[in-house]
């Protein structure tokens, strides 16, 4: 059986390069009442191009089926990180306040 090599494609020009690039790419936010669905459907199309590594997080394994799972039933052309950055990015910016009124954990 013959090794895969797994390689990661840095931004051309290195790091600090990719880092000039985003800062100077101001986020667009959806209007304030658009819809948890809407803000999804926006941050998508916001992270889809966007090649930085950023942070490591953990999911557990059945959430990570979960969303391998509608990424392999969509009919776009979605990858992984750009899903989850949406998700999570739409989650919080819906409940925020919730977050906020409600410290018990």
């Not at 985003?22 to 999804?40: G, I, K, L, M, V």
Request: with cysteine; hydrophobic share 35%; aromatic share 10%.
């Amino acid at each position: 059986m013959e090794k895969k090599k797994f390689s990661i494609e840095l931004p051309k020009g290195g790091m600090s390069n990719l880092v000039k690039q985003t800062a100077s790419t101001p986020r667009q936010e959806p209007s304030t009442d658009a819809t948890e669905w809407q803000r999804f459907t926006h941050y998508l199309c916001e992270f889809k191009n966007v090649s930085e590594h950023g942070e490591c997080v953990w999911l557990f394994k059945d959430v990570k089926r979960e969303v391998e799972r509608i990424k392999f039933e969509s009919d776009v052309k979605l990858n992984i990180r750009q899903l989850v950055n949406a998700i999570v990015l739409a989650f919080i910016k819906e409940h925020r306040e919730d977050f906020m009124n409600n410290p018990s954990g």
